[in-house]
């Protein structure tokens, strides 16, 4: 736990969202979406950038001198060659020196969820809490390539799944939440921030995600 700690102090969450993605991005620590009753805005600022504390928590597990990780290059499929280059370097800056591999977009997916690099870093969709828990949490998901489970992880997820709808199921998956930022199960850095125009006439009504078309509904305004 300290080194996956670690990784999510070495990132600079607001470089990220104000330069690298000026306008259309925020930072954030968790897997889920910010209109979502499993997020809590409070956990975004749980993993400031602090290299000093990062070198610390690496020297307690065992890496003092950091290590290396080989790890897909995605420019092809997702993200820029400048969100690498600020990976590297932010995660270099606590010892973890990363070799980027080219990967052929066609072989992008299987790669990651084979379990053949044991770090990447990419983009992943966010919809409703069960679904985001279903796509990478579940020791079988998808996005756990190396089906990691935790006790204490299971019988939050146990209870959240099986909760009362309303506030009981809500504090349930914001638990689930809580734990997942906590033990740094994973480092999210930043989550889009989508921009809609439209005509006169027409109406954009946001929709839940998850429920297709997923996006947003429109129609023809009133009047």
Known sequence: ??????????????????????????????????????????????????????????????????????????????????????????????????????????????????GEYPMFFTSMPSKKPWQDIQLSVLRSAAWNPFQTSDPELTELVRAARYADPGPARDAAFKAVNRWLVANAWYAPIMAPVQAWASGSGVRIERQSQGSPPDLVRFQRSEG
């Open 1 to 114: 736990m300290e080194v996956r700690q670690a990784i999510n102090l070495a990132l600079d969450r607001d470089l990220f969202a104000n330069a690298l993605i000026p306008g259309g991005s925020r930072k954030t620590a968790q897997i889920f979406a910010s209109d979502t009753t499993a997020y809590d805005e409070s956990l975004d600022d749980m993993y400031p950038r602090d290299v000093a504390k990062a070198k610390k928590l690496m020297a307690e597990a065992g890496h003092p001198d950091g290590f290396s990780v080989t790890m897909p290059d995605l420019t092809s499929f997702a993200g820029t060659p400048a969100l690498n280059t600020a990976v590297e370097k932010q995660l270099g800056a606590i010892g973890v020196k990363v070799k980027w591999e080219k990967v052929p977009p066609q072989e992008v997916l299987g790669a990651m969820q084979s």
